[in-house]
């Protein structure tokens, strides 16, 4: 029959998360919507005419973050590019994000880019606000100090090194 | 799906109860932006402005699912945008003015701990969409709580003149705060059917978790006062108007403007 025309469910998939790999978010563009871990579905649906559409399920990271329709409008633009006009783009509230959803590469690239990765403290609530040491992603300390918890995004807080004095954002654990 | 939808009864109670969140989270954060370019510090002035994104966006998720529960078409924007004062419903604290940095540490350090004792609350709810947007809420909050807690006790437990400035608006913005856990026929029908949490089992709670501050800070607790605010019913101070003249100049100017 035809059936050699039509890719394995997984790897029409797997084109999928391969596009999405390339879609940075809009305010740490090292970082793709994949490594930041807030791509939560990519699936084929059948929708109520009988049509099979493929969905994408984003989460926000923070509820107001202005990125987030920003990330949107790239997804579809990137699908569409790639041949896969009219994909549908679901929005997902729960289970809600969290930092720990930042992939092991993801977290290179932000250390690389000179943002210190979140902890992966998440998990368990009662860590979340205990004092740990950040490290300067610029010269490795570990003496640093936090200057504000709020930073240039939602999802990041002020620091210093004071050992060789550099300010740095650290990605902060939500 | 268990959700409560528009489609059951007690609709108009989940409608009401939900646009009450929503709009104390709008003007919430709509106070706190006003601090932009003012605050008394870089720092500050990015720190308001982050609690300001996060209480708008929180604002959303409640007036778009508000909007679906009543079934007129209406949606965030229409809400927030084009109602007069006396169809917000929000918490009569959330629109007092600003004051000084000290008095917007206040309004913000009450109703954070309020938040936190909802959202901690509908966690459980059986409405799954509430309790998701809870779910995402609370992580925000709990961020926010420390912000508002960590100067309140600077600030308490500061320079004599701090430490007065924050004491008098612990004073002034006290009577506000019984407002809070006064239930009415919308929160006893959603508490009745496991949507909304009781608050006469929040109340305690909160009030343990701000005297634990107060105590760090210094600061006393005022006495408790008679209940006569009324903004989840629509009555509410001066200030709410003038403050929506401002936010909504735009929409009721050029309707549908975009960008």
Not at chain 2, 39 to 68: F, I, M, W
Not at chain 2, 70 to 96: C, I, Y
Not at chain 2, 133 to 145: D, G, L, S, V
Not at chain 2, 230 to 255: D, I
Request: glycine residues 8%; hydrophobic residues 40%; negative net charge.
């Amino acid at each position: 029959m035809v059936a050699a025309a039509v890719p394995a469910v997984e790897d029409r998939e797997r084109q999928i998360w391969n596009v999405l790999e390339s879609v940075p978010d809009p305010e740490i563009p090292v970082l793709s919507v994949v490594d930041l871990g807030i791509v939560r579905h990519v699936r084929w649906v059948a929708d109520s005419d009988g049509q099979s559409r493929l969905h994408v399920g984003i989460t926000p990271t923070y509820s107001g973050c202005p990125a987030t329709e920003v990330i949107r409008q790239s997804v579809a633009t990137a699908l569409n590019d790639e041949g896969y006009a009219g994909a549908v783009i679901d929005e997902v509230l729960s289970p809600p994000w969290t930092s720990d959803w930042l992939t092991d590469a993801g977290r290179r690239k932000l250390e690389s880019f000179g943002i210190a990765p979140p902890q992966r403290v998440v998990a368990n609530p009662r860590h979340l606000f205990r004092a740990h040491v950040v490290m300067c992603p610029r010269c490795g300390s570990g003496a640093t100090e936090r200057v504000s918890e709020f930073g240039s995004t939602p999802c990041k807080a002020h620091y210093r090194c004071t050992s060789c004095l550099e300010p740095f954002d650290y990605f902060k654990c939500l | 799906m268990s959700t409560v939808t528009a489609a059951q009864p007690g609709c108009e109670a989940l409608f009401r109860y939900v646009l009450r969140l929503g709009d104390t989270s709008l003007v919430l954060g709509q106070r706190l932006a006003e601090w932009v370019g003012h605050s008394p510090a870089l720092e500050e002035d990015l720190g308001l402005a982050n609690l300001s994104l996060d209480l708008v966006g929180q604002a959303r998720l409640l007036l778009t699912y508000a909007g679906e529960i009543e079934g007129q078409g209406r949606d965030e924007d229409a809400l927030a945008f084009l109602r007069d004062a006396p169809a917000f419903v929000n918490l009569t604290l959330a629109e007092q003015p600003n004051g000084d940095f000290g008095r917007s540490v206040v309004r913000q350090f009450l109703l954070d701990a309020w938040q936190l004792e909802v959202y901690e609350g509908l966690l459980k709810s059986n409405d799954t969409r509430l309790a998701g947007i809870a779910a995402k809420a609370i992580k925000e909050t709990r961020y926010h709580f420390r912000f508002s807690s960590g100067w309140l006790v600077r600030l308490g437990d500061g320079t004599e003149e701090s430490h007065r400035r924050v004491q008098d608006a612990l004073h002034d913005l006290w009577r506000f705060t019984t407002e809070m856990f006064v239930a009415d026929e919308v929160d006893d029908a959603l508490t009745a059917a496991g949507v909304a949490p009781d608050l006469a089992v929040l109340q305690p709670r909160w009030s343990a978790r701000v005297d634990e501050v107060l105590k760090q800070a210094t600061l006393v607790r005022p006495a408790p006062v008679a209940y006569q605010w009324h903004g989840k019913h629509g009555v509410h101070t001066e200030h709410l108007g003038h403050m929506l003249a401002e936010m909504q100049h735009l929409q009721r100017t050029y309707p549908g403007a975009q960008w």
